[in-house]
């Protein structure tokens, strides 16, 4: 799988839904920003499935800056997940 960034630097495809989760949060950590474990345990651990294809999961996550990862996690077709995110 090609290895394609963001204009932002982030990486877009990833080969599993956890994957592109733990990527998200270390490029946040690494921009400074960490989300918060709470918000992680209710809104990803136990909040939907991850996306089956074709389907979209989206989190708003709170970080320690009072700004929100907007995270949202793409199945394109079971083999390649596409991550968009911002911080706001």
Known sequence: ????KSGSGY???HADFSGAMQ???KFARDKGYIVNPGEIDNK???GP???SKGETNRYILET???QF???QVYNMDNE???LNMYIS
């Open 80 to 82: 390649r997940f596409e």
């Open 49 to 51: 499935k991850r996306p």
């Open 1 to 4: 799988m090609k290895s394609l």
């Open 11 to 13: 990486t877009i495809y």
């Open 69 to 71: 990862a907007h995270i």
């Open 44 to 46: 990803v651990a136990f």
């Open 23 to 25: 990527h998200a949060y």
């Open 64 to 66: 320690n800056k009072n």
